[in-house]
T-cell receptor
């Protein structure tokens, strides 16, 4: 699986959009971009994933560049409860013996 | 519906003791993963099951670590002769066929 690069930390004001970047310049054509987050003392939580088109769900939006070498997770109206470590992972979404590499992620702090 | 559950949530062991950590995956999920997460780090892969078959155990740090899933549902991670460096959060995740993973809350192990 391709490796990803994320900034170690970011902060955002409550109510504003949080835009978390991820670089995955070695991504392969059949690899998806997955985002998870981990709130303190909890297990990671799935947020969203995509292949090449932008995706949106009730939690967030995922914007993938046309060349697929980078993506941005957008939390449109960040709340204090969105404070967490966010992990960007690229992987083949066909099941099997997939071994994800989480890295250290981006620690997002949402402040009042 | 019920998510992934893990027990115990916290475990304190004396160095040299054996411990057993339990994971109850989401019903019907074929794939089950174990991860180790040290303080301040992302989860690190330990081992992977598809039903009762252990397909990958390349992440197990030593032969003191053993995992099983005898009936393709509940899994147990056993650590023999625990060492201080085994102190970490142990996370279990399940997925239907290996794609999106759903994590449990983890077991926090402290070896004294």
């Amino acid at each position: 699986d391709a490796k990803t690069t994320q900034p170690p930390s970011m902060d955002c004001a409550e109510g504003r959009a949080a835009n978390l970047p991820c670089n995955h310049s070695t991504i392969s054509g059949n690899e998806y971009v997955y985002w998870y987050r981990q709130i303190h003392s909890q297990g990671p939580q799935y947020i969203i994933h995509g292949l090449k088109n932008n995706e949106t769900n009730e939690m967030a939006s995922l914007i993938i560049t046309e060349d697929r070498k980078s993506s941005t997770l957008i939390l449109p109206h960040a709340t204090l409860r969105d404070t967490a470590v966010y992990y960007c992972i690229v992987r083949v979404a066909s099941g099997g013996s997939y071994i994800p590499t989480f890295g250290r992620g981006t620690s997002l702090i949402v402040h009042p | 519906g019920a998510g992934v559950s893990q027990s115990p949530r916290y475990k304190v062991a004396k160095r040299g003791q054996d411990v057993a950590l339990r994971c109850d995956p989401i019903s019907g999920h074929v794939s089950l993963f174990w991860y180790q997460q040290a303080l301040g780090q992302g989860p690190e892969f330990l081992t992977y099951f598809q039903n009762e078959a252990q397909l990958d155990k390349s992440g197990l740090p030593s032969d003191r670590f053993f995992a099983e899933r005898p009936e393709g549902s509940v899994s147990t991670l056993k650590i023999q002769r625990t060492q201080q460096e085994d102190s970490a959060v142990y996370l279990c995740a399940s997925s239907r066929y290996g794609e999106t993973q759903y994590f449990g809350p983890g077991t926090r192990l402290l070896v004294l």
